[in-house]
Every structure is written in C-alpha cells, then in structure tokens.
C-alpha cells in the first residue's frame, strides 16, 4: 500500500522544498553543464535562450496579479516581479527604485544554478544571455514599448553581482534598442528596510515555500523539454545519462546529510530514495530488510509527467549509481512499469563486491 500524502507543518514543509530545490537545481545545473561539455557553448547557450523564453511565456503575465504589482509604473512593475518572483525562487536579490521610470535589479553571487566551482565554467556568453532573452521583452508584454533594459553588471565578468535597470523612455524602442550594456562603476545602495515586501496575508511562508519549489520543478521540466526539441531523443538521453552519474558520484554524500538517511544496506539506501522522491510528493514506499529491499513508486516529478521509458532508464542511471557509491555489495533492479503507473525497484544484496 502506497503511503496517503500527509498534511504538513510549517516545518516539514520547509523541509521538504528545501531538499526538492536542492536537488532540482543539481539536477538542472548537472544537465546543462554536460550539454557545455559534451555540445559546446552555443549549445549551452542556446539552451538557456529557449529555457528563459519558455518560463517567461508560461510565468510572467499570470504573476502580475498573484503578485500584486500590475498598477506600478512598467518599470517598476517589471523590477518588483524579478525581484519577487526570483525571490521566491530562492535566489538573492536586490531592488533600488530610482524613480517611477527607473528601477534596479541586482542577482547576487552565488548563483543557485551553477552552485560551488561549477560558475567558474560558465561563459560570460551565458550570462549575457540570461540577462537579455527574458527582460528586454516585459515593455512588450506590459504594452509599453517605451520600457528598455540596460544591463550593466556581470558576475561571470568579474563584478560582485549580475546588474541592470529598467528604464521608461520618452519615445517607443524599437526590437533592438530594448537591450543594451552599459557599464556602471557606482549604482544606488541597496537598503533591505526600504524594500517592498510582498503582501503577508496572501503571501504567507507556506505560499512562498510551495511558489518556489514550483519554480524549481518547472526548470527541471523545461530543460529536458529542451534538450529533446534541441538536440533529439537519443543525443538527449545521452546528455542526461551521463549527467544523472556523474552527479551521484558528486553529491551521493550531500545529499544523504540533507535527507538524515546514511544507510548503506539495502532498505537504508531505498530509504534515500523515498525521501527524495517524497520531496517531490510522489507517492512512495519501501519495504524489506537489510538484505533485499523494495521500492514502490507511482509520479516521476519534477522529470516529467509522462510515461516516457528512455527518460525514465535515463534517470535511472542516477540512482544506480548513488548505489554504488554507498555499497559495492548491492544491486538495484528496475522493473517495467505496471499498466497503472507504478515502478518497483528492488536492491539485493549479492553477498560479494559487483564492481
């Protein structure tokens, strides 16, 4: 029997998103840095192109209202949804509203994509990139052609922090004066108690913490979608692959000290994988001994909603090898999906070294 979703406390919540978004940002960071060294820069940066497209067509009118920001001025409006809505992403942010015309926007270091020496990688083309596919389009989504975006910091170029302003103009832009670099060596400070808040009675902590474990979900999603519209099923399967084992090797250990599951037999390690699963509200058990273990398994979020095999064997790949990591005894069998959706794993213990 599959476990019923519990009713959470503020604190189980804040613990389970925490992990999801841990892991979801390892998992996006992960995959897009294989496709850099597998594909090369203008894949890389292709990918992230239609990554921030994508998010900002499903993301950024709708949030106007749930944010409470739509009657600013266009550049203010455009600045307070950055700055909320990465907020509430998890990431560090800055605001400075110079005037009902000029509002800045500050991403701080370190970046939650490309967490520890992974930024060190990262071309200064990416970033260039982030800053200029989603923000220069708000004043054609606002309806206000007179909206620019000027970006004038980066970190990836030595600067403490990723900058720029949202500037309204006297006259309409056209398509290719909405972006521009300009460099500025001194900008306003930022004053945390001048700065907006979002609303406490219908942004309360448990709305804030679900908002942003759905914004890491959707990176997941949106970067796999990309990858097979980029690059094909088969190319695809093989970035993930080769991602999903190489991240095992790297945070097999952080990730058993964010769960408090250090078990190397086999019911310990499925116990690992049931608290990430469950963190993703998939439904899930497991059930067995030290010796032969099984896990039960119905949802693959945040991967995908669908019953797609080669995605799922290439996920797969993730947790066999957090198995090796943990113990050289064990093996880790994936059955067929059932006809209602469900996955058994089973880990035995082969009572000699497989590897």
């Known amino acids: 029997m599959l476990q019923q979703k519990p009713v959470e406390t503020i604190e189980e919540l804040r613990a389970r998103t925490d992990l999801a978004s841990m892991f979801a940002w390892q998992m996006v960071s992960g995959i897009t840095s294989m496709c850099y060294r597998e594909k090369g820069e203008a894949v890389l940066v292709e990918i992230w192109r239609r990554l921030l497209a994508s998010e900002q067509r499903d993301r950024f009118l709708q949030a106007l209202d749930k944010l409470e920001i739509r009657d600013n001025p266009p550049a203010v409006t455009a600045a307070l949804y950055h700055y909320f809505s990465n907020s509430i992403g998890g990431l560090n942010m800055q605001i400075v509203i110079e005037s009902p015309r000029k509002a800045w926007i500050r991403y701080m270091a370190p970046w939650g994509s490309y967490p520890g020496m992974a930024a060190l990688c990262v071309p200064t083309s990416v970033r260039r990139t982030i800053l200029s596919t989603w923000h220069p389009r708000n004043g054609e989504l606002l309806d206000c052609p007179r909206l620019g975006w000027v ?20 006259h309409d832009l056209r398509p290719e004066e909405r972006f521009r670099v300009e460099h500025v060596e001194k900008s306003p400070e930022f004053i945390p108690e001048l700065a907006p808040k979002l609303n406490p009675v219908t942004w309360p902590e448990a709305r804030v913490l679900k908002g942003g474990y759905n914004y890491a979900v959707d990176y997941v999603r949106h970067v796999i979608h990309i990858l097979y519209e980029l690059l094909g099923v088969n190319a695809a399967n093989d970035i993930i692959r080769a ?14 000290n ?19 699963f469950t963190s993703f509200r998939n439904d ?8 032969r273990a099984v896990l039960r398994l119905r949802g693959f979020t945040p991967f995908t909603t669908d019953i797609d095999a080669e995605l799922r064997a290439s996920i797969f790949e993730f947790f066999v090898m957090v198995v090796r990591q943990k113990n ?15 996955e058994v794993w089973t880990l035995t213990d082969a009572g000699e070294w497989l590897w």
Do not use: W
Request: with cysteine.
């Open 243 to 256: 991602a999903m084992r190489l991240l095992a090797c790297q945070f097999t250990p952080t990730l058993s």
């Open 151 to 170: 970006a004038t910091k980066f970190v990836s170029e030595g600067h403490p922090y990723d900058e720029g302003y949202f500037y309204e103009y006297d």
């Open 258 to 276: 964010a769960t408090g599951e250090h078990g190397k037999d086999a019911v310990g390690v499925l116990k690992l994988f049931a608290a990430i």
């Open 328 to 342: 050289g005894h064990l093996k880790l069998d994936r059955a067929p999906l059932t006809a209602d959706g469900e």
């Open 284 to 291: 899930v058990s497991v059930e067995g001994n030290a010796e």
